[in-house]
């Protein structure tokens, strides 16, 4: 067995490098295992402290986008094989700079896969948010002083607003052999305005019980399966795979080393994952299933949408009414209804309301609640 150790986090380069130098030594096997913890997250039970297997290494907990949080078990080994299976899909080693929360498990990973490479990960000041300057000068003082940087990971809003920034964070952007994108959908709109700027974007899926990213645009990474259940459910599996929870029901781990996911998804033409949204987001509405994330892509699809989140709402008639948001300039909510509304019949909105932002939760994941909340709880 071996002890847990607590190890906070307050946004602080200085802070993401102690949790660094910590796990590299818990994923190699010496001293404790590690529960990282965010600036606003709460002291841990102790039933989260109590001592784990030794193999071990990380205790993670999830964001919990889709019900209460949990706390993954990490081992050594796994995380050990994630990193490696992420430097052959790339080519190569490389450093890496952290832009994400050092506490959640694709933070973690930036540390680890660059402490692989034999360099510390250059690490970004987050204590008053993510700003696109702020990422072009880590990066430019990282290479000043500790050599080159090739890599990062992100999640689409830290994508969208280095695009929109256009300045020195799209030129540091720019100059990264590898741009991992995940945490949330990526939309193709996304994808397609940061691959015409230049920007060398590899799609990531995964979670916190995957160890992370485990499918990199659609495919599994070496040591890594995917297979759909008869509804859709995603299941992944191999070496990447969580030793399960700590405190919470272990169901939707399967013998083999399998994960039973929340998302349904399919392959497409090109024998690549496509994912849907979670099953528990699936709309039901006069007995037809909408994913939510087929109505957005057709929001996203008119002229001045760059963000759309939509959900379903309790009706009497049908089960469910599909509702959403969007955020862009200059927008007019009937306008956008109408013009999706042919394309998608009964999938279509039944309204829709313009914001200044969707809603996030996490580390860029939408906050579906809180939209739901904008029709239900309205007068």
Known sequence: MRAVEVVPTDGSAEAARALGSRLIAAAGGDGTAILPTGPDDPP?????????????AAVVTTSGSTGSPKAVLLSGTALAASAAATAARLGGEGRWLLALPA???????????????????????????????????????????????????????????????GGAGLDALRSLGAVLVGGAATEAALLARARAAGVRVVTTYGMSETCGGCVYDGVPLDRVSVDLEPDGRVVLS?????????????????PGRRFRTSDIGRIDADGRLEILGRADDVIVTGG?????????RALLGVPGVREACAVGIPDDEWGARVVAVVAGAGLDAEDVRGRVAPGLGRAAPRAVRVVDEVPLRGIGKPDRAAVRALFVDAP
């Open 238 to 254: 191999g070496a990447t795979i969580a030793e399960g929870y700590r405190g919470a029901p272990d169901t939707d781990f399967l």
């Open 44 to 56: 841990p039970p102790a039933s989260l402290t109590a001592p784990v297997a030794g193999g071990v």
């Open 103 to 165: 506490h959640h498990v694709a933070g973690i990973q930036v540390l680890l896969r660059s402490a692989r490479a034999g360099s510390p990960a250059a690490v970004m000041d987050l204590r008053d948010g993510f700003r696109p300057d702020g990422f072009a000068a880590t990066l430019r003082d990282a290479r000043r002083d500790g050599g080159p940087v090739s890599r990062t990971s992100l999640v689409p809003t830290q994508l969208r607003r280095l695009l929109e920034d």
């Open 288 to 296: 037809e299933k909408v994913p939510p994330v087929l109505v957005e």
